[in-house]
């Protein structure tokens, strides 16, 4: 139960590779991804977590081996926490930036198709921000694919 059967650090690179490579893969999938699952993009989640298991402890069963695995995810996840909340750059390069996709009542169609949106998700924005599309002045897919829209300020006010 606590003999490893690899070094110890073996854990920390494999765990390193697996994170960087789904990090990657995630941010690759789109920000409707990361933003709201569907019960597809759920299962997809959970098919990876048993997929990179293995690659993970390297067939390692200790419970060792597992503890130092799980501390050197959090600790890569609270490192590029800290990392993105302090440059800008890193912030977009991880997480992704705003998406403009529409301008003036007007809907980027092409860009919704780009990004995987929906109308039905784009609809639904718009009734979650009491919108009509001529009221909208700006509309962003946000990098946690959530949809932001700005409205158009009404007449005579300032």
């Known amino acids: 139960m606590l003999d490893l059967s690899h ?3 073996e854990f920390v690179v494999r765990a390193f590779v697996v994170y960087a490579v789904l990090l990657l893969l995630v941010r690759l999938s789109g920000k409707r991804t990361v933003g709201q699952f569907t019960p597809f993009d759920l299962l997809v989640v959970m098919l990876l977590s048993e997929a990179v298991s293995e690659s ?4 390692d069963e200790s419970l060792v081996g597992g503890l130092i695995a799980a501390a050197t995810l959090v600790t890569l996840n609270l490192a590029l926490g800290f990392i993105t909340t302090r440059t800008r750059k890193a912030e977009d390069i991880v997480e992704g930036s705003p998406v403009l996709i529409a301008r003036d009542g007007e809907v980027m169609v092409d860009v919704l198709r780009r990004h995987r949106l929906g109308l039905g998700d784009w609809e639904k924005a718009l009734r979650e921000a009491d919108a009509e599309l001529k009221e909208v002045r700006r509309a962003f897919l946000e990098a946690d694919g959530t949809i932001s829209v700005l409205k158009k300020k009404a ?4």
């Open 7 to 9: 070094p110890w650090w």
């Open 155 to 158: 007449q005579g006010q300032g």
């Open 56 to 59: 993970l402890n390297g067939g």
